[in-house]
């Protein structure tokens, strides 16, 4: 209210509001884009039906006038999306120092307008708003439907307010067709007793073809035309979706009556046909707002009976059989849109690109030819008024003879696009149990069953397919938006769709490829030899971004694919810009703050957490920098994380590695990373509520208990603590070391790993228990130090657990399954040092090179001096292999699977920490002495690489992977 009243700027209530957001929701809520999306044309578009009623009222002798709660915008203007002509007067709250519901307001605007308060109409949808206008004597409306309101208007007024047909509009300049030609040719084809002035307007829906509405006397009908202008090869056939309409209207499928098909271009400038104007309701808003949830339920129901019904038409009975070719729709149908992006492509879209590659490579096999609509979605049905029974299927401009299931799916693009989109409305991320809308899973069961049919496993190409479909789709919808002929008005401002949709189709692609290497034989490894390969459109030839797509040449029908993004450029632009915001936020808070967390380190508060670094992490979740670790294809549905792939992440990881602070402020720091992983891939419904959300939420941090002194624990099997069940519950006993975190004050969990019989097989013997850290007879001996260094608050802790006493409840996934869950748990997290060293080495260098740029010895500068210019040059080399070895794991990791990476992983294992011990040793020598001080981060990054070379296993292990691997290979 303060804001409207234009009593504080955008700025406080900016954080005002995310302030009360995040008390609320009890989580960060990012709100720096409240405003884009507030005032953005999808959501403050005016009800076209309302301003007709408006320019009505005016006709009439009326006087109209705009009382806005509104705000006023950085430029310093007020914010009213509406033509100030149309109003005799405006009165803004932000400009008048009052808002609704304030009676003063209401006062002022009847002054201005001269008329008493019963003189007066107010419409509002908010119940305060018009309980304050009818206190004053003001006639109100409240306005749930734009068109219940309208009703209600009219009979205050006697007289009609809406002159416009349902979802039409007047026709757009740039589509514009000649009335008197079409008026004339009407007349001879409906008779010459037709009489009155022909009435033409367009409608507003559809991507590409025009559609108009027509009255002439006594007859209502549609017209729908091809574009004009230069036409992409094949697009935009309204002959054959005219002959097919008339085919399935004789077959009893709900679709308009058509009537006539002028092929003669002299007419109206391009071919169209005519067809009966059918009154009903379009819903645009696949979420349906308004109605009840069984309502919505029985809306999708009949959508998907009509769908079966389209593809039970008996072909030869309705002469479709000919239509079309009857195999291969698919292929063809990739072909077709490859070639329609190609012939419409502005600039290159990697992600196009990927799919491009990927698609050909995928193909299902085509199990039944029917009848495809080609673009069947709710907003391209006519439902009847007052029942939940499609009246008519329209747009049948991509009509064929194909594929059903690319109905199916295309039928389920709702499901993953947000409320917000502007082409293609979706409601992604609502609740759809509370709206009674079929998932996508049931709504294809339900499909499914109604068919006869088993479900289909290669589904998530469908969806993929259909995806990359809308993409090209959009995209020759924006190049003729470019010179005006396309039907979309918002086409031009809206460049970026089809980048969107190749993003979700890449989802897709990545959760099929995943689906393909489960399925795979697990005894058959993937082969290592490879080879380079790139077609003539790849990305290779785009200055900063090199793209390398590697395949098996053993394996053709698992041939993992997918796109090696070697630097941050060739990142998709939500993953480039997610790792900009990254690298600013470094820069803006995370460097500026090592100081005073060097010091804290050091302090005698050194074993509590930093308030500066809390302080951080609140600021990070706000930006939406938070839990960025969790891989694809453990969160498919990024429920828990960003959902970015391994080389996705590598990037990003690499950044935060270049502070020691970083990772723990965006909640990515081991050990917590592996154990939320291990609660995502493992853990049972109630263990995640308990332990996963508030290691999610950055409010607890975690240990993983493994390492033993005793024994050595580079080879798991042979831990010696016990975990014993005992009544109703399991009792460990055991001696630990090198426990990272678990002297942090924060520290709520340990998960243990032990022994529950010894007499197993060798690795059937362990499991993994949740020990909370509250639980009697967990003993910290004392405090580890790295080269000295204590690493609080965390620290390294030496721990017994004597008879300690665990729920049962807290063992994952159950006795025996503990070296699994350990493999599992070193899935991603294996490589996450690997790419954090990566970080460290950059840094160690970068602050190399201003050294000896800054610095003069024995009469001349570093720079000059020979033997630390080699350094630098064997630096950077070095560098540059380790990353791209690493970017390989991680692009095997994201396309083959873990199992298959595990050469490449192991390899790292062996090259990174080695590598940035050297470059950082370089970098300690090129500053002397003050590189072993506090006042750099060299000392702690080199202690920790050294360290690395044992956290996830010692090099000899490695080294003995990688060689048995190798004598596997066939010479």
Known sequence: MKFMRGEITKQDFLEEFGRHCSKMSKTSVPVDSFFSVLTSEQVAKPFPVMMEAITQVRAKGLKTAVLSNNFYLSSGKSFLPLDRTQFDVVVESCLEGVCKPDPRIYKLCLERLGLQPSESIFLDDLGMNLKAAASLGIHTIKVNDPETALKELETLLGFTLRTVVPNTRPVRKTMEIPKDSLEKYLKDLLGTQTTGVLKLLQFDHGLSNPTYYIKLGDHQLVLRKKPPGTLLPSAHAIEREFRIMKALGNAGVPVPKVLHLCEDSGVIGTPFYLMEYCPGVVYKDPSLPGLESSQRRAIYTAMNRVLCKIHSVDLKATGLEDNRKHGDYIPRQVQTWIKQYRASETSTIPTMERLIEWLPLHLPKQEKTTVVHGDFRLDNLLFHPEKMEVLAVLDWELSTLGDPLADVAFSCLAHYLPPSFPVLRGFSGCDLTQLGIPTAEEYFRMYCLHMGIAPIKNWNFYMAFSFFRVAAILQGVYKRSLTGQASL????????????????????????????????????????????????QSLLSRPGTRSYIRLPE????????????????????????LYQRLGQFMEQHVYPAEPELRSHQASAERWTPSPLVEELKEKAKAEGLWNLFLPLETDPERKYGAGLTNVEYAHLCERMGTSLYAPEIFNCSAPDTGNMELLVRYGTEEQKARWLVPLLEGKTRSCFAMTEPQVASSDATNIESSIREEDNCYVINGHKWWISGILDPRCQLCVFMGKTDPHAPRHQQQSVLLVPMHSPGIKVIRPLTVYGLEDAPGGHGEVLFEQVCVPKENMVLGPGRGFEIAQ??????????????????????????????????????????????????????????????VLKAAHLMDVAGNKAAALDIAMIKMVAPSMASRVIDRAIQAFGAAGLSSDYPLAQFFAWARALRFADGPDEVHRAAVAKMELKRHI
Not at 521 to 532: D, F, M, N, Q, V
Not at 557 to 569: D, F, K, N, R, Y
């Open 489 to 536: 008005a918002t086409t031009q401002q809206n460049g970026k769709l089809t980048e969107f949709m190749s993003n979700l189709a890449w989802d897709f692609a990545v959760k099929e490829g995943f689906r393909i290497f489960k399925e795979m034989p697990a005894t058959k490894p993937l082969t290592r030899s490879y080879h380079t390969w790139a077609g003539p």
């Open 554 to 577: 053993s394996s053709p029908a698992h041939t993992p694919q997918g796109a090696l993004v070697i630097s941050p450029e060739g990142l998709s632009p939500p993953v480039r810009e």
């Open 824 to 885: 599992g748990r070193l899935g991603p997290g294996r490589i996450h040092h690997c790419m954090r060293l990566i970080g460290y080495s950059e840094r160690a260098l970068a602050l190399m090179k201003a050294r000896v740029k800054s610095r003069v010895a024995f009469g001349k500068p570093l720079v000059e001096q020979g033997t630390l210019l080699a350094d630098i040059a064997q630096s950077r080399v070095e560098i540059e292999q380790a990353r791209l070895l």
